[in-house]
T-cell receptor, first 115, second 110 residues
Framework: DGGITQSPKYLFRKEGQNVTLSCEQNLNHDAMYWYRQDPGQGLRLIYYSQIVNDFQKGDIAEGYSVSREKKESFPLTVTSAQKNPTAFYLC??????????????FGQGTRLTVV | RKEVEQDPGPFNVPEGATVAFNCTYSNSASQSFFWYRQDCRKEPKLLMSVYSSGNEDGRFTAQLNRASQYISLLIRDSKLSDSATYLCVVNAGGYQKVTFGIGTKLQVIP
């Protein structure tokens, strides 16, 4: 079955450490996104990529980095520069376009906790 | 002005009630529109797409008003299981990002 997979589901990080969250999709989607969600809050865009080897900063990119070396993969690194990284991280993918069928599909999310 | 705006609620409604949510968007060139549902501590899931002519799926009706740049979601005969956060999503088309609203929280009360 096609889908989008995030791993791990839960992640604990010590202060000062970098961690990388995995996101893989086999939907053949060009566009991929990373969002952060804090308790009781909406989704905030961290980074997005519309095509391999290209990505753009979203609204809250500071302290995060991404790469898009393959169409299927869009890993997110939470660096030590991110001062408040504890949150729910969601990866999504979509087909960019102007017709129906351009909805975004989400992975199940990764809960990151700084200990 | 935010790209996509929603009233965060919460909307507390009794079972069986009809409830409506609106969502406004700022980019007049936006091409596609969706409503997502998000349960607590879960990922958002597509509830329904919103078509220019309006569309219905059981108790749910979605409408698009391009002139006023808003979309709406109507839920009839609310069930306890409808309690969730409803996210408005706008896709500007082409190589532009998908934009999510903050979400509207619905609580259906017995």
């Amino acid at each position: 079955d096609g889908g989008i997979t995030q791993s791990p589901k839960y992640l604990f990080r010590k202060e000062g450490q970098n961690v990388t969250l995995s996101c893989e999709q086999n939907l053949n989607h060009d566009a991929m996104y990373w969002y952060r969600q804090d308790p009781g809050q909406g989704l905030r865009l961290i980074y997005y990529s519309q095509i391999v080897n290209d990505f753009q900063k979203g609204d809250i990119a500071e302290g995060y980095s991404v790469s898009r070396e393959k169409k299927e993969s869009f890993p997110l690194t939470v660096t030590s520069a991110q001062k408040n990284p504890t949150a729910f991280y969601l990866c999504a993918s979509s087909i960019p376009g102007d017709s129906s069928g351009t909805e975004a599909f989400f992975g199940q999310g990764t809960r990151l906790t700084v200990v | 002005r935010k790209e996509v705006e929603q009233d965060p609620g919460p909307f507390n409604v009794p079972e069986g009630a009809t409830v409506a949510f609106n969502c406004t968007y700022s980019n007049s060139a936006s091409q596609s529109f969706f409503w997502y549902r998000q349960d607590c501590r879960k990922e958002p899931k597509l509830l329904m797409s919103v078509y220019s002519s309006g569309n219905e799926d059981g108790r749910f009706t979605a409408q698009l008003n391009r002139a006023s740049q808003y979309i709406s979601l109507l839920i009839r005969d609310s069930k306890l299981s409808d309690s969730a956060t409803y996210l408005c999503v706008v896709n500007a088309g082409g190589y532009q990002k998908v934009t999510f609203g903050i979400g509207t929280k619905l609580q259906v009360i017995p």
